[in-house]
């Protein structure tokens, strides 16, 4: 085995998808903030680190069982850490294994400073990533990711920083959510034609290319009309409307994914890249509406 350098290892863990993980609960804190709770930063950023700790064991875990079950292949798009030869896959096997148990014991020790509830959270977070290679296999990876970057992380967050488990985080979790599944159903229509060797299926796979379009565009838009719906009812400050300045990207997106049945994957080969920065973008406008609404109240 070769020595790795630094920069070797930040590829396997793939740095760039964090967002995805990250501003889940970044967001929670600017709406907990705007609910004028009395928040504890502290746990907060802790939580926030930690998902991010999980995300990482989850990519490199995600990335074994790819290349196990030659879903990975030397002709696949994405990462070329196990099919490229950077790794081997018994490095990529115990790195994952190390992350996963650092944000285990990192989560413990927070549960230390909250109280039991976070306890079902973390088991809900680690059965995920366990279970990820499995269930997105079955079709049931667009549900893991919705659950693990948005239902829990925010439930979580809300509970650490506040010691409340507020369920009223779910109205800012569903438009984040969303977009982050977009993300995987980008990648997985994209890659239909490649995956179908692996003998697996994916809900793009179940569904096809037509149908995985309207998903895709429901996704992306819908959560702009859910904030606007928000603001109007009351549940958002109008601060949040901030957000519709993503939308413009938004449909770029939307435009590059209805024209795939002419240009196939290589025409939505960056989608996947560029659905995980309109995640960042519109998660960013999200948090920052939420306390520049606090700030001027």
Request: net charge positive.
């Amino acid at each position: 085995m070769r020595k790795h350098s630094f920069k070797d290892w930040m590829i396997a863990v793939r740095p760039w998808s964090f967002p995805a993980s990250a501003m889940p609960v970044a967001v929670t804190l600017a709406f907990l903030y705007w609910m004028q709770h009395d928040v504890n930063w502290v746990n907060g950023v802790w939580a926030l680190l930690n998902i991010v700790v999980f995300h990482a064991a989850g990519n490199t875990w995600s990335d074994y069982f790819d290349y196990k079950h030659h879903v990975d292949r030397e002709d696949t798009h994405g990462v070329k850490t196990l099919t490229g030869g950077m790794f081997q896959p018994q490095e990529i096997f115990r790195l994952s294994l190390s992350l996963l148990a650092v944000a285990l014991v990192a989560g413990i020790l927070l549960l230390l400073r909250t109280g039991l509830p976070l306890l079902y959270i973390g088991i809900g977070g680690a059965l995920c990533t366990l279970l990820y290679p499995a269930l997105k296999y079955r079709a049931l990876g667009d549900v893991v990711i919705f659950v693990a970057y948005a239902l829990l992380p925010m439930l979580g967050t809300a509970y650490v920083a506040t010691g409340v488990m507020d369920w009223n985080t779910m109205w800012v979790a569903l438009p984040v959510g969303l977009i982050t599944v977009a993300i995987l159903h980008a990648n997985n229509t994209r890659d239909m034609q490649t995956d179908v060797r692996a003998d697996i299926r994916t809900l793009a796979m179940t569904v096809g290319g037509k149908a995985s379009m309207l998903i895709y565009c429901v996704e992306v838009l819908f959560p702009f009309g859910w904030v606007v719906g928000c603001a109007a009812g009351g549940v958002f400050p109008w601060w949040t409307l901030l957000v519709l300045l993503a939308l413009f990207p938004a449909l770029g997106n939307v435009k590059m994914m209805s024209r795939y049945p002419v240009t196939g994957m290589e025409g939505i080969s960056r989608l996947d890249e560029l659905t995980a920065k309109l995640q960042l973008l519109f998660s960013l406008l999200f948090t920052v509406s939420f306390v520049i609404a606090r700030l001027l109240s």
